[in-house]
């Protein structure tokens, strides 16, 4: 049973594992519903994970993105490099043979990363989500498909033993793997005939707990994340030793002076504060501020 599974889903091969990737019609709506809800353009270099016979791929690539796609089955790589011939001479597409476990690319290197009726049969979900966080860049987005423990019994119905062998997680879980990612996950939605699709958002700072965020006048190290995983809140934990030029969050945010004096300046009013000190900086206004004493402070804020 488990040659069958692989012949036909898990590492599809052979001519019948080629014709039914050739034209996976029961994914077609995860490739339309995929494509809505990420709707890759030029501007847009988009991984593809778990690619198969590349058909998504090469509905991406119709919309003007450069595209990679990765699939451990040497026969979807093969079936994928035909479907996509030209893009592949024309240099907007990169096929490799691998597991999602080990990216075989360098940090940041993708503005959208896709993973459709795939995720089930990957064997640690939270190693293949921390890859795709990996090499998504800042501000980068992540879609996966794949089908809920609800459909079981349906899968059962239709793929009988081979439904055994597809683990099956809840939305749920995927966020909170994403979010311990440093990811912030978005919308749930139905799929006809598979399971759902889920989003996130890699925030243009880094988000996952142990991360440092260094800007002019300011060391940063994220200590806590508060809240559901859909609005997270982080804590930082921050020095300022010099002067943190003019800008603007894109939500409040709540400080607080745990030792030395920092002048700080939000929307035109001028504040000196010490320890023990707190202020609420609001959405889009613009501040600064200045050490006057190297200050140690208390950050809470959603991520960027
Ligand atoms: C059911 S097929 C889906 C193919 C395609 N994404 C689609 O929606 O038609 C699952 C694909 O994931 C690939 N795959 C499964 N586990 C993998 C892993 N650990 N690393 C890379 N690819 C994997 C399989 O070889 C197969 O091509």
Redesign the pocket.
Known sequence: MDRLTDRI????GGLIGRLI?RH?AG?EA??AMMLDALHPGPEDRLL??????G??LERVLARGASAAG????PD?VAETRRRNAAALAAGRLALHQ????RLPFGDAAFTLVT????FF???EPQVAIAEMARVLAPGGRLGIVTTPPEQAAMLKRWFGPVAARMRLDAPDSLAGWMADAGLIPGEVKPVRQVGYLITARKPAMPASIGAEITMPGFHGRITGRLGPATAPLLVVDALVDGAIPPHAAMADELVVVLDGRLRARVGGAEHLLGPGDHLIVPAGTIHEAVAETPARLLLVGPPE
């Open positions: 889903a898990r590492r599809p990737y996976p994914h995860s490739f593809d994970l778990g690619c198969g016979g058909v998504f990765l699939d451990h089955s979807m691998g597991d999602v476990a993973s459709l009726n795939a049969f990957f064997p």
